[in-house]
């Protein structure tokens, strides 16, 4: 058995490599070859370029790589066209993705999308792409059955592995204890994206807005998780010349120590959101795009919620406030950031909810993920 995947970030990256090792179970046979990240390596992918060419986000952000993204996916079209695969596994980045799925259904190759594009939230017109291009959608959260089902895209709802991977009960002091961090003083977990350009957008206010909060708390201290060896550097350099005075701890792929040690997290609007709710910490979420990409979602109207981030989707209400594009400032972040801080029955009652909602999506999301990707190859 022979397996294609495509991942484009650290987060599918994650999901790919839990459903990777859980076929792998089942089907000690299987090969898998493809693109993907440390984890999918780690799970046994054979791989054929390196995950950071496909880890861009926005419209215009995408026009400086569309060249090398195009002769990326002719490259695995041929590739894939030559030497067909069982079957296509597409984890997330649906606009590369998306394609790379069309073409292989169209040679007879089954294809599964893992993880719903957002298209309950904007762009709702890709829908009819989603159609076109998979035979069955795996989706991981529980409000987006209902919209496929309308739209009828075949899909399975397995739920995120992160839900069972986290604790009901998270562990401050082993986090602390694990971190190197003081068990008394304020701890800030501040998480600025998993992209280069994420993190360079965000660095500035997130660290000014840090450094404000020192201000009020003198013993303030700040961690940091990073996804990659380049974010890393890009971030220690923000550090380094804006942020000096600051008690920062930088370390790689240890996002559920740093939100299990925080006391309050800043965070980037995605998948970090669900991370932060998932460790019971009460966030506030920032976010810039590049301007020209925001100002063509909202002159074309293509965002259709009120509230980005993931966490607030899940409860349902605006426990995370959020400041986005020009209301990202260190002012605004610090200021909400210093309420929470301030108020311990707040952050309480925040915690409360999140762990509702954490023990409502625990699944075995691998074996049901596993289970459905196998069925679907029998059917084809």
Avoid at 47 to 58: K, N, T, Y
Wanted: glycine share 6%.
């Amino acid at each position: 058995m022979r397996i294609a995947l495509v991942a484009a970030e650290p987060s599918g990256d994650q999901l790919a490599a839990g459903l990777m090792r859980r076929i792998a179970e089942l089907h000690p046979e299987v090969r898998f070859e493809g693109i993907g990240g440390e984890a999918m390596l780690a799970a046994g992918l054979e791989s054929l370029a390196p995950m950071e060419q496909l880890s861009v986000m926005g419209l215009v952000e995408v026009l400086g790589r569309l060249p090398r993204l195009l002769k990326l996916r002719h490259d695995l079209i041929r590739r894939w066209k030559d030497q067909p695969p069982d079957l296509f596994i597409g984890v997330d980045a649906p606009d590369f993705n998306l394609k790379l799925e069309t073409r292989m259904r169209e040679g007879g190759v089954p294809t599964v999308h893992y993880v719903c594009p957002t298209v309950w939230a904007w762009r709702p017109g890709r829908v009819k792409k989603i159609r076109r291009a998979a035979d069955l959608v795996l989706s991981i959260f529980p409000f987006e059955e209902a919209f496929l089902h309308q739209h009828q895209v075949p899909s399975a709802y397995v739920g995120h592995p992160m839900a069972a991977d986290y604790p009901l009960q998270p562990d401050r002091v082993a986090a602390r204890d694990a971190l190197g961090l003081k068990k008394e003083a304020p701890v800030l977990a501040l998480l600025p994206g998993s992209r280069v350009g994420e993190v360079k957008r965000l660095a500035p206010p997130f660290l000014g807005a840090a450094r404000l909060c020192l201000e009020k708390l003198p013993q303030l201290q700040v961690v940091t998780p990073l996804a990659t060896a380049r974010t890393h550097e890009d971030f220690q350099r923000a550090c380094r010349e804006t942020a000096s005075e600051l008690d920062i701890t930088l370390v790689r792929n240890r996002t559920r120590q740093a939100l299990e040690a925080a006391d309050v997290v800043l965070v980037a609007s995605g998948t970090a959101t669900f991370e932060a709710l998932l460790c019971e910490r009460p966030m506030v979420v920032g976010y810039r795009l590049n301007a020209l990409t925001h100002g063509i979602i909202r002159g074309l109207k293509l965002l259709q919620i009120e509230h980005v981030s993931m966490a607030n989707l899940l409860t349902g209400e605006p426990l995370a406030r959020e400041y986005l594009q020009g209301e990202c400032t260190a002012e605004n972040l610090a200021g909400a950031l210093l309420d929470l801080f301030g108020d311990a029955e707040r952050r309480d009652v925040i915690a409360a909810r999140y762990r509702q909602v954490h023990e409502s999506l625990v699944m075995e999301t691998n074996d049901l993920a596993a289970r459905a990707v196998l069925k679907q190859m029998e059917k084809t």
